[in-house]
């Protein structure tokens, strides 16, 4: 794929989200710059604690306050800065611009209204639509995300619907105002699959329609595989590796990323009759007191480590075909 | 690294080795709701062999954790029959439920849930042994040792509560606790789905070894198929409380004969398929469209005929028996003809 000319139309620069924990700032996200275009979808992965869900929340201007903050660095969309923004204006940007769909349908959509009502509230808070506008808009929404008899479902609670059919009305919800982003923080994992094949030919079909720019958070890299243009993998808040998916899957470089896709068994057609043992990363993520420290966070699980990895995290190469990696190994040509 | 196991129970020894150690005939479960009652599960029937994982998978609300439960005589069978090592387990109680109890163990999906935050992880492993009069009181403490040493955890790590553990340490915890009694059958209930990619690999390849060292049995659920591929020898797939097909391993994914089990083979992402829409087309649309239908309302006939590519009339009213295809494989599927098509 040639890098579109365009500019971005999300562009991070140097991001870094910190947490008071223990008196100390401990780097959740860290020095962390990627841009997304229009129409692209973009797949964050990295164990729990990586930093994925924190970079959404940035985007999103809805990192907890205290313990955390912006610590520093840029987040634009379009023209506009939107780390130093006035929460006014934020709420004007969210929701109608970048919306995002959570994990956990049931937790997320509010139980005592309708579904139709909690569409229709931000059809009408950022569309300014009326009351009777805002409805029929919220039909038109539960049909498009393929609710059958969206008439007679748009006056159900959450409770009457199946995950899958929540799951769609959180989607209906985040697109209602056609947002130019949308970020979507591991939208399957309470679903079953074959439900999950039909949520994602839904992100597809309204992606194609209106070229929306997708931000995927996972930890499946089957669905990285199958659903996105452009891998970024994080580690302890930080980026180590990004590249097109394709590149990524069939020969990941970082010796975290490799793990990722090695650790997992894959679906064959001809399974053998005693398992092969799986590749093991070994160890944990590191908690946030060891965010701060200096050096490669990956260093002590790292099979390759070397003694620059304790020092200092290592400067990201680059390689042909939009591929880059944060790693010493590159650094330094020790492959 | 040997757990010097207790011995079985006589009641085993009697029967001929070739004797599966679980069989399933039969198996309903029901639960009174407000205004019925769900059938949970639906008549399933299966048999593991001594020292075989067997994978029941489905997707939520099959019965594929209820029928384990029942199995594990941790939900009451309305019919049909468990036999546990040729004995007949299923109406058992008092003594002779006790005794199964220590045949038969369970790791459990979320090690959160399942350990009691106030006691020490040594207490935890060590309870069952004590509650089961397991061996001479004055063994516990060495086998509580040899228990933490096989599933990888350190011997100092038994004074730390569990909140101090990781998940996946939690969850080796679990397992050792499973393992105290030294149980024959194991019923591993989604043990990896609660766990971070990276440490799901290090719980099974645990699971793995324990079962080749100890000659363990799993009755292993699970709704992830990889998982079940990576670990079952033998494999039945569930929907809405009935066995849709059930197979030796390596025959499901060579030829797949009920058309649920294509989907869910289909439906599974792949890091082996197409990617993006940059290079080689994106994968096809899903397979099959819809929700599964609510256990409280099923749909007479088959119950996956409302989503079925191959349904027919006759599919809406018939429930189909689930049908030998040799080779160890059945399917209960009208229109399956055994050659991976459909008549």
Same mark, same amino acid.
């Given at each position: 794929?040639?890098?579109?000319?365009?500019?971005?139309?999300?562009?991070?620069?140097?991001?870094?989200?910190?947490?008071?924990?223990?008196?100390?700032?401990?780097?959740?996200?860290?020095?962390?710059?990627?841009?997304?275009?229009?129409?692209?979808?973009?797949?964050?992965?990295?164990?729990?604690?990586?930093?994925?869900?924190?970079?959404?929340?940035?985007?999103?201007?809805?990192?907890?306050?205290?313990?955390?903050?912006?610590?520093?660095?840029?987040?634009?969309?379009?023209?506009?800065?939107?780390?130093?923004?006035?929460?006014?204006?934020?709420?004007?940007?969210?929701?109608?611009?970048?919306?995002?769909?959570?994990?956990?349908?049931?937790?997320?959509?509010?139980?005592?209204?309708?579904?139709?009502?909690?569409?229709?509230?931000?059809?009408?808070?950022?569309?300014?639509?009326?009351?009777?506008?805002?409805?029929?808009?919220?039909?038109?929404?539960?049909?498009?995300?393929?609710?059958?008899?969206?008439?007679?479902?748009?006056?159900?609670?959450?409770?009457?619907?199946?995950?899958?059919?929540?799951? %769609?009305?959180?989607? #209906?919800?985040? @697109? =209602?105002?056609?947002?130019?982003? &949308?970020? /979507? *923080?591991? !939208?399957?994992?309470?679903?079953?699959?074959?439900?999950?094949?039909?949520?994602?030919?839904?992100?597809?079909?309204?992606?194609?329609?209106?070229?929306?720019?997708?931000?995927?958070?996972?930890?499946?890299?089957?669905?990285?595989?199958?659903?996105?243009?452009?891998?970024?993998?994080?580690?302890?808040?930080?980026?180590?590796?990004?590249?097109?998916?394709?590149?990524?899957?069939?020969?990941? %470089?970082?010796?975290? #990323?490799?793990? @990722? =896709?090695?650790?997992?068994?894959? &679906?064959? /057609? *001809?399974? !053998?009759?005693?398992?092969?043992?799986?590749?093991?990363?070994?160890?944990?993520?590191?908690?946030?007191?060891?965010?701060?420290?200096?050096?490669?966070?990956?260093?002590?699980?790292?099979?390759?480590?070397?003694?620059?990895?304790?020092?200092?995290?290592?400067?990201?190469?680059?390689?042909?075909?939009?591929?880059?990696?944060?790693?010493?190994?590159?650094?330094?040509?020790?492959? | 690294?040997?757990?010097?196991?207790?011995?079985?129970?006589?009641?085993?020894?009697?029967?001929?080795?070739?004797?599966?150690?679980?069989?399933?005939?039969?198996?309903?479960?029901?639960?009174?709701?407000?205004?019925?009652?769900?059938?949970?599960?639906?008549?399933?029937?299966?048999?593991?062999?001594?020292?075989?994982?067997?994978?029941?998978?489905?997707?939520?609300?099959?019965?594929?954790?209820?029928?384990?439960?029942?199995?594990?005589?941790?939900?009451?069978?309305?019919?049909?029959?468990?036999?546990?090592?040729?004995?007949?387990?299923?109406?058992?109680?008092?003594?002779?439920?006790?005794?199964?109890?220590?045949?038969?163990?369970?790791?459990?999906?979320?090690?959160?849930?399942?350990?009691?935050?106030?006691?020490?992880?040594?207490?935890?492993?060590?309870?069952?042994?004590?509650?089961?009069?397991?061996?001479?009181?004055?063994?516990?403490?060495?086998?509580?040792?040899?228990?933490?040493?096989?599933?990888?955890?350190?011997?100092?790590?038994?004074?730390?509560?569990?909140?101090?553990?990781?998940?996946?340490?939690?969850?080796?915890?679990?397992?050792?606790?499973?393992?105290?009694?030294?149980?024959?059958?194991?019923?591993?209930?989604?043990?990896?789905?609660?766990?971070?990619?990276?440490?799901?690999?290090?719980?099974?390849?645990?699971?793995?070894?324990?079962?080749?060292?100890?000659?363990?049995?799993?009755?292993?659920?699970?709704?992830?198929?990889?998982?079940?591929?990576?670990?079952?020898?033998?494999?039945?797939?569930?929907?809405?409380?009935?066995?849709?097909?059930?197979?030796?391993?390596?025959?499901?994914?060579?030829?797949?004969?009920?058309?649920?089990?294509?989907?869910?083979?289909?439906?599974?992402?792949?890091?082996?398929?197409?990617?993006?829409?940059?290079?080689?087309?994106?994968?096809?649309?899903?397979?099959?469209?819809?929700?599964?239908?609510?256990?409280?309302?099923?749909?007479?006939?088959?119950?996956?005929?409302?989503?079925?590519?191959?349904?027919?009339?006759?599919?809406?009213?018939?429930?189909?028996?689930?049908?030998?295809?040799?080779?160890?494989?059945?399917?209960?599927?009208?229109?399956?003809?055994?050659?991976?098509?459909?008549?």
């Amino acid at each position: 794929m040639s890098m579109t000319p365009t500019p971005p139309l999300l562009s991070v620069r140097d991001l870094t989200v910190a947490f008071r924990v223990r008196g100390e700032d401990a780097p959740v996200v860290r020095d962390l710059s990627f841009d997304l275009h229009e129409g692209e979808t973009l797949g964050i992965v990295g164990e729990s604690g990586c930093g994925k869900s924190m970079t959404a929340l940035a985007l999103m201007g809805l990192v907890p306050n205290p313990p955390g903050r912006i610590a520093s660095g840029s987040i634009r969309l379009g023209d506009e800065e939107l780390v130093a923004a006035a929460e006014a204006r934020l709420r004007r940007v969210r929701g109608a611009r970048i919306s995002m769909v959570f994990q956990e349908p049931m937790t997320s959509l509010n139980p005592v209204f309708t579904v139709g009502e909690q569409i229709a509230e931000t059809a009408r808070a950022h569309l300014g639509l009326s009351a009777r506008e805002a409805r029929d808009r919220a039909v038109e929404m539960l049909r498009l995300v393929g609710i059958p008899a969206p008439e007679r479902r748009v006056g159900d609670y959450p409770h009457q619907l199946s995950g899958g059919m929540r799951q %769609r009305v959180m989607i #209906a919800i985040a @697109l =209602v105002c056609e947002p130019q982003v &949308l970020i /979507a *923080d591991e !939208p399957t994992t309470a679903l079953d699959v074959t439900v999950q094949a039909q949520i994602f030919d839904l992100f597809r079909e309204l992606q194609d329609r209106m070229n929306t720019a997708v931000i995927l958070i996972t930890h499946d890299i089957g669905v990285v595989a199958e659903m996105t243009d452009r891998v970024m993998v994080m580690y302890a808040g930080r980026k180590v590796e990004e590249g097109p998916a394709a590149d990524f899957v069939a020969a990941p %470089r970082h010796p975290y #990323a490799r793990g @990722l =896709v090695n650790c997992v068994p894959r &679906l064959v /057609a *001809d399974p !053998p009759d005693v398992p092969e043992p799986l590749f093991e990363i070994p160890g944990l993520v590191p908690g946030a007191e060891a965010l701060a420290r200096p050096g490669c966070a990956f260093a002590p699980r790292c099979p390759r480590a070397m003694p620059v990895c304790g020092r200092e995290f290592p400067p990201v190469t680059a390689s042909p075909g939009g591929r880059s990696v944060a790693c010493w190994l590159d650094a330094e040509g020790a492959r | 690294m040997t757990v010097p196991a207790p011995s079985p129970p006589s009641a085993s020894a009697a029967v001929p080795a070739e004797a599966p150690l679980l069989d399933v005939r039969g198996l309903e479960v029901r639960f009174p709701v407000r205004g019925g009652v769900v059938h949970a599960v639906g008549g399933v029937d299966f048999a593991i062999p001594r020292g075989q994982a067997f994978g029941l998978v489905g997707e939520s609300g099959s019965g594929k954790t209820t029928a384990a439960l029942a199995c594990a005589r941790l939900a009451e069978a309305a019919a049909g029959e468990i036999r546990l090592g040729g004995e007949d387990v299923t109406h058992i109680s008092g003594r002779e439920l006790r005794a199964m109890r220590r045949r038969v163990q369970i790791v459990f999906q979320d090690p959160y849930a399942s350990l009691n935050p106030r006691e020490r992880a040594g207490a935890i492993v060590r309870r069952p042994l004590d509650l089961m009069d397991v061996g001479p009181k004055s063994g516990r403490q060495a086998r509580v040792e040899a228990l933490f040493a096989l599933v990888g955890l350190r011997p100092e790590q038994q004074a730390l509560f569990p909140h101090q553990f990781s998940g996946g340490q939690r969850q080796r915890i679990g397992i050792a606790r499973a393992l105290a009694s030294g149980p024959e059958l194991i019923v591993c209930d989604e043990p990896v789905s609660a766990l971070d990619v990276a440490i799901q690999a290090q719980i099974l390849n645990l699971l793995a070894r324990l079962k080749r060292d100890l000659g363990l049995t799993y009755l292993f659920i699970s709704h992830d198929l990889a998982v079940v591929q990576h670990l079952c020898d033998e494999i039945a797939v569930m929907y809405l409380g009935r066995i849709v097909e059930r197979a030796p391993k390596r025959a499901l994914f060579a030829r797949p004969l009920h058309p649920y089990t294509r989907a869910l083979i289909e439906a599974a992402p792949s890091a082996d398929r197409a990617v993006g829409r940059a290079g080689a087309p994106r994968r096809r649309a899903a397979a099959i469209q819809g929700d599964p239908p609510s256990p409280l309302d099923p749909p007479p006939g088959c119950a996956f005929a409302g989503r079925c590519p191959h349904a027919v009339d006759r599919c809406r009213t018939e429930v189909p028996a689930l049908r030998d295809m040799g080779g160890g494989q059945a399917v209960a599927c009208l229109r399956a003809d055994g050659a991976g098509g459909f008549v």
